[in-house]
């Protein structure tokens, strides 16, 4: 029920990461290596999703102390947005929040997010996908994640990233 490489649906390799939605109460991580965020940087990466619509959810957040708090990316977000709140009636462990739910399966779509208020930070990225109690839904595609500004970072130890920056437009 955690992240795991997927065949299934990818966007410019063979594989992309992927966590599966459950029934059952969720909260799972694919952390990112520590990296430094360049001064012009811009997070980019696909993904493609099936989540039980404003029970299930997938947010995007960052740390800048080591891990010991990570702050929402949603305000930084200028493609791709979030799509609706989860439930604050929800069990989810991210009821109340604005995340990415409901159905955007048939094909990847890019997410572009300014890393520019972090610039010269330390900082670990997290993609977070979070599960209520009740339906099961397909889950979450992630792919080609990569930083602009900086010379190519291994976020992953995966290497799932080794998508092409042609795209970037």
């Given at each position: ?39 012009d940087g811009v997070l980019r990466f696909w993904h493609a999703y099936q989540l039980d619509e404003r029970g299930d959810g997938a947010v995007i957040e ?102 092409s920056t042609e795209d970037w437009g």
């Open positions: 029920d955690h992240w795991e490489l997927s065949t299934t649906m990818s966007r410019s390799s063979n594989h992309s990461y992927f966590s599966r939605g459950t029934p059952q109460l969720k909260d799972a991580f694919l952390v990112s290596e520590p990296f430094t965020v360049p001064a960052i740390s800048v102390d080591g891990g010991a708090t990570f702050f929402d990316l949603e305000p930084h977000v200028f493609e791709g947005s979030y799509t609706e709140q989860i439930s604050s009636s929800s069990r989810s462990p991210i009821k109340g929040r604005m995340a990415w739910t409901g159905w955007s399966l048939d094909e990847m779509t890019r997410v572009q997010i300014d890393l520019r208020s972090y610039a010269g930070e330390n900082a670990i990225l997290r993609f977070r996908i979070a599960c209520d109690r009740g339906v099961t839904s397909h889950g979450w595609y992630i792919d080609d994640v990569s930083i602009s500004g900086a010379e190519f970072l291994e976020l992953f130890n995966s290497g799932f990233e080794s998508g």
